[in-house]
């Protein structure tokens, strides 16, 4: 499975890297959050998709 973010929609708040921090992490130049791995390793599947879920603008995909 891979993760994905879209840097436009995405805020910056955080949530993403709280959540799954195995997945994400932020963008300190660009104030935004960044997948940090090609494949979301196994273990990390359910928050990769929490995160998703939890997003309030809607800018993580995960497939």
């Known amino acids: 499975m891979k993760a994905t973010v ?9 949530l993403c890297v709280d959540t799954c921090p195995d997945v994400f992490q932020m963008d ?20 990769a998709k929490q995160a ?3 997003c309030p603008v809607e800018a993580i995909k995960v497939s």
């Open 6 to 14: 879209d840097k436009d929609l995405c805020t910056g708040c955080g």
């Open 52 to 54: 998703a879920e939890d």
């Open 28 to 47: 300190e130049n660009a104030m935004v959050a960044v997948v940090k791995v090609n494949e979301i390793p196994a273990g990390s599947v359910d928050c």
